[in-house]
């Protein structure tokens, strides 16, 4: 397989694992615990999902041919909460992750060199790729951190869980030395 090929199969299978794993700490809460703020200067879940889909659907619409920070985007507005229901929540996060995997699907790895640009700033496709790699885990990361912080029960663990180290190496050393990405067995724990 060419090594372009690899890539983007590579970053399809993180961003796959990086939404279950927002996915599933959302899972864990009470509805109500989404839209929570513990202060002025804190983004809830919500605002974070909103943030989310909105660079989401900038980025990724004609990503090959307009600039990723369309004229019709409101990102302030992405931080103001107007959102009541975890449906409607829901129905916002999977317009934004729907619009990037459709255009992840839709590259060629030929076009991986190509230059698009955000806020006129020229980038490769691979460094635009690698932008949004970073930046979606971050905001997960904190959508996984509030959640467990919000959680009025037991957490369940999204990784290896504290204490499990050993058990968890133990496992995979147990196994045949093999060429495969993490999320596949990461994602099959979490179903």
């Keep these: 397989m060419e090594i372009?090929?690899?890539?983007?199969?590579?970053?399809k299978k993180q961003m796959h694992y990086y939404k279950t794993i927002a996915e599933k700490a959302m899972e864990q809460l009470e509805p109500e615990q989404l839209f929570i703020s513990v202060n002025e200067d804190t983004n809830s879940i919500a605002t974070i999902v909103k943030h989310l889909s909105g660079n989401m659907i900038s980025r990724w619409t004609d990503f090959l041919t307009t600039d990723g920070e369309k004229e019709w985007r409101n990102r302030d507005e992405e931080f103001e909460n107007f959102i009541e229901t975890k449906e409607a929540l829901l129905?916002?996060?999977?317009?934004g992750w729907n619009c990037f995997f459709n255009t992840i699907n839709d590259l060629k790895p030929e076009q991986l060199s190509a230059i698009i640009y955000i806020r006129n700033e020229g980038h490769t496709v691979i460094e635009a790729i690698n932008r949004q790699l970073a930046h979606y885990p971050y905001h997960i990361g904190q959508i996984v951190f509030y959640a467990k912080m919000l959680k009025k029960s037991e957490w369940n663990?999204?990784?290896i869980p504290k204490n499990k180290s050993n058990d968890y190496n133990v496992d995979k050393f147990s196994k045949e030395k093999s060429i495969r990405n993490f999320t596949d067995d990461e994602l099959n724990k979490l179903k």
Aim: no cysteine; proline share 0%; glycine share 6%.
């Design 4 to 11: 372009n090929s690899i890539y983007l199969d590579s970053v």
């Design 91 to 95: 129905g916002i996060w999977d317009k």
């Design 157 to 159: 663990s999204l990784s």
